[in-house]
C-alpha cells in the first residue's frame, strides 16, 4: 500500500503583534525530521527515525543499499509501469518537458523517449553498469532531444528556453528543469548521493557548489537543489513512483520522497 504521509513541513508563526508598521515577519524554517511521518516509519525507516546529519545519511545508505538491481536492457519495461501516465495508460509522461508520449516511442529517433541518468553516467563514470547506472530512483523517461540538450551538465538556475522542454532552461553549463520537476530532480541527485558511497565498488557520489565537475563524481549545485526540494514538494505522481518502484522493482525507497525534510537534516 502507498504511504501515509502526514504533511507538517513548513511552518509559519505570526504573533498578534507583526501586523504593526515596521515589524518583519519571520520566516518559514524547514521542522525537525519528526515532522513528516509515514507508514514506513516504524518498519523500513526505524533505524533512521530521529537522527540527523552524518548519522542520518549513513543510516539511510544502510537501508536503502538493499535492493534488487535489474539490467540495463530492463529499465525500458520498468520506465513504462514507473513513469505511466496516470491517465492514458498507453503513455510515459516525459521528465523535463511534461510531454505525455506513447511507451512504444522509445528509442533513439527524433521523436522518441530515452532513458534519462538525471545523474549524469559521466559523474562518476559509472556508465550502463547494473547499479548506479541502472538504478530507477533515477532513471527517467525523457524526449531524446531534451536529454541530448541536459546532456551531463550540473543543475543551476538561469539559462535559455529549451526548444520543447516545457519552461525548462540551458546555458553552457548547467541545466534548470521545468518548475514541476525541479523537486523530483533535487531528490533523484540527493537519493544517489546517499546511495552510493563508494562502498560497493562504484564511485562515492556527492552533491557539490560548483558547475562544471565534468567526470568527478559529483554534481551541483548543492543550495539549488535544496531550494528547489522545498519549493516543489513530492507530488502524488512521484510518491506513486517511489511506490511501484519499492513493490515491484528495487524493494528499496527513495527516502527524500517519503521525507523531504531530510534534506535539510543532512545537508
Same mark, same amino acid.
Given at each position: 500500500m502507498p504511504a501515509t504521509h502526514i504533511r507538517r513541513w513548513k511552518t509559519l508563526a505570526l504573533s498578534t503583534s507583526a501586523v504593526l508598521v515596521g515589524l518583519t515577519l519571520p520566516t518559514m524554517t524547514a521542522t525537525p525530521a519528526s515532522a513528516t511521518t509515514t507508514a514506513y516509519d516504524s518498519t523500513y525507516y526505524k533505524n533512521a527515525i530521529g537522527k540527523? +546529519? &552524518?548519522?542520518?545519511?549513513?543510516?539511510?545508505?544502510?537501508?536503502?543499499?538493499? %535492493? &534488487?538491481?535489474?539490467s540495463y536492457s530492463?529499465? /525500458?519495461?520498468?520506465?513504462? !509501469?514507473?513513469? %505511466?501516465?496516470p491517465n492514458n495508460s498507453n503513455n510515459v509522461i516525459l521528465l523535463y518537458s511534461g510531454v505525455s508520449r506513447a511507451k512504444?516511442?522509445?528509442?533513439?529517433? $527524433? +521523436?522518441? /523517449?530515452?532513458? =534519462? *541518468? &538525471?545523474? !549524469?553516467?559521466? *559523474?562518476?563514470? #559509472?556508465? =550502463?553498469v547494473t547499479g548506479p547506472g541502472t538504478d530507477l530512483h533515477h532513471l527517467r523517461?525523457?524526449? $531524446? %532531444?531534451?536529454?541530448?540538450?541536459?546532456?551531463?551538465?550540473?543543475?543551476?538556475?538561469? +539559462?535559455? !528556453? $529549451?526548444?520543447?522542454g516545457g519552461g525548462s532552461k540551458v546555458d553552457s553549463d548547467s541545466f534548470e528543469p521545468r518548475d514541476a520537476d525541479k523537486g523530483d530532480v533535487a531528490r533523484m541527485i540527493l537519493y544517489m548521493a546517499v546511495r552510493y558511497e563508494g562502498?560497493?565498488? #562504484?564511485?562515492?557520489?556527492e552533491p557539490d557548489e560548483k558547475v562544471n565537475n565534468g567526470s568527478a563524481p559529483y554534481i551541483g549545485k548543492l543550495s539549488v537543489l535544496k531550494? /528547489?526540494? =522545498? !519549493?516543489?514538494?513530492?507530488?502524488? #505522481?512521484?510518491?506513486?513512483?517511489?511506490q511501484v518502484i519499492y513493490d515491484s522493482y528495487q524493494h528499496n525507497r527513495n527516502p527524500f520522497i517519503d521525507h523531504p525534510e531530510w534534506v535539510e537534516a543532512i545537508w
Amino acid at each position: 500500500m502507498p504511504a501515509t504521509h502526514i504533511r507538517r513541513w513548513k511552518t509559519l508563526a505570526l504573533s498578534t503583534s507583526a501586523v504593526l508598521v515596521g515589524l518583519t515577519l519571520p520566516t518559514m524554517t524547514a521542522t525537525p525530521a519528526s515532522a513528516t511521518t509515514t507508514a514506513y516509519d516504524s518498519t523500513y525507516y526505524k533505524n533512521a527515525i530521529g537522527k540527523s +546529519g &552524518t548519522s542520518l545519511k549513513s543510516s539511510l545508505h544502510t537501508i536503502i543499499s538493499s %535492493q &534488487t538491481k535489474i539490467s540495463y536492457s530492463a529499465v /525500458w519495461n520498468a520506465l513504462m !509501469a514507473t513513469d %505511466q501516465d496516470p491517465n492514458n495508460s498507453n503513455n510515459v509522461i516525459l521528465l523535463y518537458s511534461g510531454v505525455s508520449r506513447a511507451k512504444s516511442l522509445n528509442g533513439g529517433d $527524433v +521523436g522518441d /523517449w530515452n532513458r =534519462e *541518468h &538525471t545523474w !549524469a553516467k559521466s *559523474h562518476g563514470d #559509472f556508465g =550502463e553498469v547494473t547499479g548506479p547506472g541502472t538504478d530507477l530512483h533515477h532513471l527517467r523517461p525523457a524526449d $531524446v %532531444q531534451v536529454n541530448s540538450i541536459r546532456g551531463n551538465l550540473d543543475f543551476d538556475n538561469g +539559462g535559455s !528556453a $529549451v526548444t520543447n522542454g516545457g519552461g525548462s532552461k540551458v546555458d553552457s553549463d548547467s541545466f534548470e528543469p521545468r518548475d514541476a520537476d525541479k523537486g523530483d530532480v533535487a531528490r533523484m541527485i540527493l537519493y544517489m548521493a546517499v546511495r552510493y558511497e563508494g562502498d560497493d565498488g #562504484f564511485a562515492n557520489l556527492e552533491p557539490d557548489e560548483k558547475v562544471n565537475n565534468g567526470s568527478a563524481p559529483y554534481i551541483g549545485k548543492l543550495s539549488v537543489l535544496k531550494a /528547489w526540494n =522545498e !519549493a516543489d514538494p513530492p507530488s502524488a #505522481f512521484e510518491e506513486k513512483r517511489n511506490q511501484v518502484i519499492y513493490d515491484s522493482y528495487q524493494h528499496n525507497r527513495n527516502p527524500f520522497i517519503d521525507h523531504p525534510e531530510w534534506v535539510e537534516a543532512i545537508w
